[in-house]
């Protein structure tokens, strides 16, 4: 995780007074590291129960601020909006779905785990200054939401 950690803080911007919404969290590391990072507010998200079980443990065990939710991407809900976007995702098709709770201007950071591009997705669903940077466990795509 060390080096998809650092790659994907060289992709994200001065994170003090941010909101972050990282979509497909997990056990909740990354929003951890976020929030210690200088969030203002990290909301994490991800279909699998369990996982987010175990990050809402560690937050009750070590608070930094964080809170968690548990929702399928298909059905992903407009989760509030937020300055960041971060998202794990194997496919383009929900962009426009995880880009719906980001402010005009926003930042959204896509880890792509299975070396799939999506810069055309990306432009297709109104982003622009798009930059790749190759990671072996999954290359990490940055761009701005436009209006």
Not at 13 to 42: H, I, T
Not at 51 to 68: K, M, N, T
């Amino acid at each position: 995780m060390a080096d998809q950690a650092a790659t994907l803080l060289e992709a994200l911007p001065d994170l003090a007074g941010r909101s972050v919404l990282v979509v497909g969290c997990g056990d909740g590391r990354y929003p951890r590291l976020l929030r210690q990072e200088g969030a203002r507010r990290v909301v994490g998200v991800d279909a699998d129960q369990t996982l987010i079980a175990v990050a809402q443990r560690e937050e009750e065990r070590d608070p930094v601020g964080v809170s968690y939710e548990v929702h399928q991407l298909a059905r992903l809900p407009v989760m509030g909006v937020f300055d960041i976007v971060l998202a794990f995702l194997e496919s383009p098709e929900p962009l426009g779905r995880v880009a719906v709770s980001l402010v005009t201007g926003g930042l959204l950071v896509v880890v792509a785990t299975n070396g799939l591009n999506l810069e055309e997705g990306l432009r297709d669903n109104g982003f622009q200054d798009i930059v790749l940077r190759r990671h072996e466990s999954g290359d990490v795509h940055s761009a701005r939401k436009t209006g």
